[in-house]
Nanobody, 120 residues
Framework: QVQLVESGGGLVLPGGSLRLSCAAS????????MAWYRQTPGKELTLVAI???????NYADSVKGRFTISRDKNANTAYLQMNSLKPEDTAVYYC??????????????WGQGTQVTVSS
């Protein structure tokens, strides 16, 4: 019923920038929040940034001042602008969203993940 599709990952030099996109589609009534998580091999999934329907934003301490999450409500799309990237930002980045469908059912949905590699 609902799909999240991510794009924008890739290989970038340290200090470089990337912009990730996450588009939600399907039987959407309301998007409650959209968030970005990341995971490296052998480690837990960790929250990077989150924006709720009211526009309240929170960031992980490790990305504050470097990453910016934003949202286009009309397009049900979230973005993660990543600047001053460091090798430790290398991970698979996942988009997540809690969405109420047209059937008034609420659920949390995940994208397929996009690889971000920061390396010289």
């Amino acid at each position: 019923q609902v799909q999240l599709v991510e794009s924008g990952g890739g290989l970038v030099l340290p200090g470089g920038s990337l912009r990730l996109s996450c588009a939600a589609s399907g039987s959407i009534f309301r998007v409650e929040y959209m968030a970005w998580y990341r995971q490296t091999p052998g480690k837990e999934l960790t929250l990077v940034a989150i924006i709720n329907s009211g526009g309240t934003i929170n960031y992980a301490d490790s990305v504050k001042g470097r990453f910016t999450i934003s949202r286009d409500k009309n397009a049900n799309t979230a973005y993660l602008q990543m600047n001053s990237l460091k090798p430790e930002d290398t991970a698979v980045y996942y988009c997540s969203s809690t969405i109420a469908t047209l059937a008034k059912e609420s659920g949390t949905y995940w994208g397929q993940g996009t690889q971000v590699t920061v390396s010289s």
